[in-house]
């Protein structure tokens, strides 16, 4: 329904545990669709399903055509009719015209309509989407999500703890057992600065460690989450030491130029080392990230989580900061000045002139004799001088170097 992926898919049971959504709009209207987990996964998939359903304006029951009617259709379906929602049995794996007299059948439900269709091939897929923009209420526009935040780290950080925490309900599945979030799982939350929408994504893993499409396809959704958000916040458990899973997450969040909040997760349970300390030794572990805000929090009881989500609306308007050209050579030249660029072969490093190319990042480019001439410590140099000039000093700031002919 969506033409996209949304959720991932996989032949076998209990791959979606959490509640997955998107907007769809058909018929001059705007709709959300909930994808549920399967019904008795587990008491927590159950009750995931059981608030979806409460707050439900209408209820699409999935059957399986090739199976038949089944017991557990027939259960769902007497829990529907008690609940007074409105229901359409969506008979699907219809995959060729020949199975739909097969639809017939789940008129036995004792529920109208019955939609054959096939959600693999497409079949049958627009009358759907056209009988539920016939059966909602109508909603003319989709609300703008000012900020969207994708929540990272490794297995059993406590993302899902703090989605949880920020949403006010329980969003998401959470579970001592590595692994329980499979699927980035949005959540729009109102606030008073404006809407957010939180991605909480599946933990993440060494790449050694990914076993099976399901994980890997997690941690493809995971990336893409980042890549497509607008801030960051990455988790680190503090009662475990920073590993190989951090360090690899860190790189790739700083190749995406995303600004970011290291939340020191689980800090009420940590021992030792005091705040300095600890930040001292992040900066050591994760030093592409050593720019970003740290936060000592704790999901699990509430410590510090409305601080650290103030930072969040201050590093989106940085990364969009945009500097006037004259502004940007000045700062240069200054910068130049300070400590001259190097010479390499008897021949030093020039910078002519700069300018700003695109935000989120803050981007320059800088047009220069020769960009071989760059060391890396001098291109940090003008990159932290940058940063500390436009007041930038929390989020990533890019330079491209372009010889000017």
Known sequence: MARRRISIVAPEEGVTRDRVSTVIEAGGTHFEITDTAGARLSEETDAQTAKALESADLVLLVVDVRAGLLPGDESIARRLAGSGKKTVVVANKTDHPGLESHASEFHKLGIDPV????????????????????????????????????????????????????????????????????????????????????????????????????????????????????????????????????????????????????????????????????????????????????????????????????????????????????????AIRKITEKKPPPAHGGKRFKIFYATQTAVQPPTFMLFVNDPELATPTYRRFVTRSMRDAFELDEVPVRLLLKERR
């Open 115 to 330: 939609i054959p269709c096939s959600a693999k091939n497409g079949f049958g897929i627009s009358d759907l989407v056209t009988s539920i923009a016939d059966r909602v209420p109508k909603a003319s526009f989709v609300p703008r999500h000012e900020i969207r935040v994708a929540i990272v780290g490794r297995r059993n950080a406590g993302k899902s703890t703090l989605l949880n925490r920020i949403a006010g309900e329980e969003r998401v599945v959470v579970s001592s057992e590595p692994g329980t979030t499979r699927d980035s799982v949005d959540v729009t939350v109102e606030m008073k600065d404006g809407t957010y929408t939180f991605v909480d994504t599946a933990g993440m893993l060494r790449r050694t460690k990914v076993k099976g499409a399901v994980e890997f396809y997690s941690l493809v959704r995971s990336r893409e989450a980042i890549r497509k958000c607008d801030v960051i916040l990455f988790l680190v458990d503090c009662t475990v030491r920073i590993g190989k899973v951090e360090k690899q997450l860190g790189a790739y969040v700083s190749r995406c130029g995303k600004p970011c909040v290291l939340v020191l997760n689980k800090w009420d349970l940590s021992e030792g080392a005091g705040p300095k300390a600890f930040e001292k030794y992040v900066d050591r572990e994760l030093p592409a990230l050593s720019h970003c805000p740290v936060s000592f929090a704790s999901a699990e009881t509430g410590f510090n989580v409305r601080k650290t989500l103030r930072v969040i609306p201050e590093l989106y308007a940085k990364s969009r900061t945009q500097i006037a050209t004259g502004v940007v050579n000045r």
